[in-house]
């Protein structure tokens, strides 16, 4: 069966300032996955999600979108076609929800940057389906960390991509805000079949809501697959230089489990990831 590959990287070199992080680094992201990804910190994960985006052009190889050269692809085409989220994002003024959400438009509107139907229709739905809607009217500066992803979130729902990349989505977070925003995004690809490429430093929430786990390694992808096939002892080991187990959850769901006495537990980057004494 032929998949058809809506992004993908091929022998791909990039960094800042003339220091190289990410090398020969090969990645096919299919229509519709959600893909996780995980590696220690330095790794290469914001790096090639900034690159997928074309915010970091690259130093050698290249990143490919339906199979062109995306540095071929004029800026406002390719934010018809995908919305990068990074970690953090900040607002340089103080703006309402409803006028964020209403920048994700600005792709899609002419010269004179006049609404129509279509762009009302795309702010519509976007703060729907995140469930903004009632704070539309509120400064963004005034809510809280969950809902302002949400914001976020739904102001990259309004350049109707195709494709998100989300870097570290859930970060800064509390547990019920990071499971409200990742339930978001499983239902947003789920519904709509928005190809999602997000980076995750926990490794339960990659095994939970990941379709496929791409795990980096200095600068290279040390393995993919589903989360069954990635995340093991010996990944676990080679890639976070910890000891730990996978197991069966209480619903079936494989958890990651590293004791926390092991010596170098502290300097494991992979928050919430469950622990046993």
């Known amino acids: 069966m032929n998949v058809r590959v809506k992004i993908e990287t091929r022998d791909l070199e990039a960094g800042y300032n003339g220091h190289p992080v990410l090398s020969g680094l090969?990645?096919?992201?299919?229509?519709?996955?959600?893909?996780?990804?995980?590696?220690?910190?330095?790794?290469?994960?914001?790096?090639?999600?900034?690159?997928?985006?074309?915010?970091?052009?690259?130093?050698?190889?290249?990143?490919?979108?339906?199979?062109?050269?995306?540095?071929?692809?004029?800026?406002?085409?390719?934010?018809?076609?995908?919305?990068?989220?990074?970690?953090?994002?900040?607002?340089?003024?103080?703006?309402?929800?409803?006028?964020?959400?209403?920048?994700?438009?600005?792709?899609?509107?002419?010269?004179?940057?006049?609404?129509?139907?279509?762009?009302?229709?795309?702010?519509?739905?976007?703060?729907?389906e995140t469930g903004v809607v009632e704070m539309g009217s509120r400064s963004v500066s005034t809510l809280s960390g969950g809902e302002r992803q949400r914001v976020w979130i739904a102001m990259a729902l309004a350049q109707r991509p195709r494709i998100l990349l989300l870097d570290e989505p859930t970060t800064f977070l509390d547990l019920s805000h990071q499971l409200e925003v990742l339930e978001l995004i499983h239902h947003l690809n789920r519904e709509y079949g928005i190809t999602v490429v997000l980076v995750l430093h926990d490794l339960n929430q990659a095994v939970r809501y990941a379709r496929r786990v791409v795990v980096l390694h200095e600068g290279r992808v040390h393995s993919q697959g589903t989360p069954r096939e990635v995340l093991t002892a010996e990944t676990l080991r080679e890639v976070f230089g910890v000891e730990g187990r996978i197991i069966p959850g209480p619903d079936g769901v494989a958890m990651v489990i590293v004791p926390s006495t092991f010596p170098r537990c502290a300097s494991f980057c992979c928050k919430g990831v469950a622990s046993s004494s």
């Open 26 to 128: 090969d990645l096919e992201v299919e229509e519709g996955e959600i893909i996780a990804l995980v590696g220690p910190n330095g790794s290469g994960k914001s790096t090639l999600l900034r690159a997928l985006g074309r915010v970091l052009r690259p130093r050698a190889g290249a990143v490919l979108l339906d199979g062109r050269a995306i540095q071929e692809w004029s800026t406002r085409d390719v934010a018809r076609q995908l919305a990068l989220l990074p970690q953090g994002p900040t607002l340089s003024s103080d703006l309402t929800v409803e006028e964020l959400v209403w920048m994700g438009r600005s792709p899609h509107q002419g010269l004179l940057g006049l609404p129509t139907a279509a762009d009302r229709e795309a702010v519509r739905w976007s703060m729907e």
